[in-house]
């Protein structure tokens, strides 16, 4: 989202990111599906020490780093050690975060779901062969699923100046609970989880200029697309909010 500066920090300015990272995500997936699954490029391979999925990864965040993505604190790398410096100065734009928690990265979580449950449900069998193209569609949907979950470091931010008294409290505590139970709207996160369904309907429907639309006919199955928000991208923001607040009074 690029904006996440003081002056417009506010939660409903910052649900309208996620909101907007939605399109992204749900976009991300409807060009992931059209690959089979395409298991060797995930297969340990002579000569690459790891995979070619970990190899294209590495390299592409390698360019990236050097063209300065991750100066920007809304991006976590997915294999941040030995990152190349930018190229580019640092932006110097104002430090919005409590530093501890600015650093969490969960991505290697975020690897792990992708892999082991999303993959699966969004794929088909097969092996077209398509290696490279098929990572670099991995890659946008693990780059949008991470800059979705790691902004609970702004909506933890943004809860906690709202209210610190009682986010204090909890947080001296060290109590997980209740952190979770302050951070917790299941009334937002049930509208969240009927809103990408539908627009998994409309953005995965094939268009054309017959009468009949081709309802039911989807690039990738709504429900699914439900269940990574109800089972993991909800639950893991709330994971990066609940990290953020532990350490927010260090
Ligand atoms: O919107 C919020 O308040 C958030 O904390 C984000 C989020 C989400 O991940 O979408 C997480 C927890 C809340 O229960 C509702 C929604």
């Known amino acids: 989202m690029g904006n996440c500066s003081d002056d417009v920090l506010n939660l409903d300015s910052l649900r309208k990111s996620l909101v907007r990272e939605e399109d992204t995500i749900i976009f991300s997936l409807i060009e992931r599906a059209k690959y089979p699954v395409n298991s060797p490029l995930y297969d340990e391979r002579p000569g690459f020490s790891g995979s070619l999925f970990e190899f294209f990864v590495k390299e592409s965040e390698a360019v990236q780093a050097k063209a300065g993505r991750y100066l920007s604190v809304e991006e976590n790398a997915f294999f941040p050690d030995n990152l190349p410096p930018s190229l580019l100065p640092p932006r110097g734009s104002q430090q919005v975060l409590h530093p501890r928690g600015a650093s969490i990265n969960i991505n290697e979580q975020i690897l792990n779901m992708y ?19 098929t990572a670099d569609r991995d890659l946008d949907c693990l780059q949008a699923l991470s800059r979705r979950i790691h902004l609970g470091k702004f909506v933890a931010e943004i809860k906690f100046r709202e209210s610190p008294q009682d986010y204090t409290r909890a947080i001296l505590a060290q109590d997980k609970d209740a952190l979770m139970k302050l951070l917790t709207f299941e009334s937002v ?38 269940r990574l928000y109800g089972e993991w991208v909800i639950p893991l923001t709330k994971f990066v909010e609940v990290e953020y607040l532990l350490c927010r009074l260090d």
Do not use: W
């Open 189 to 226: 996160e049930e509208m969240i989880k009927k809103r990408v369904e539908k627009k998994a309907m409309v953005f995965g429907q094939d268009v054309d200029l017959s009468e009949n639309d081709n309802v039911g006919n989807y690039k990738v199955n709504p429900s699914v697309v439900s």
């Open 115 to 133: 892999h082991k449950k999303l993959l699966p449900l969004i794929t088909s069998d097969g092996d077209d062969g398509n290696y490279a193209i």
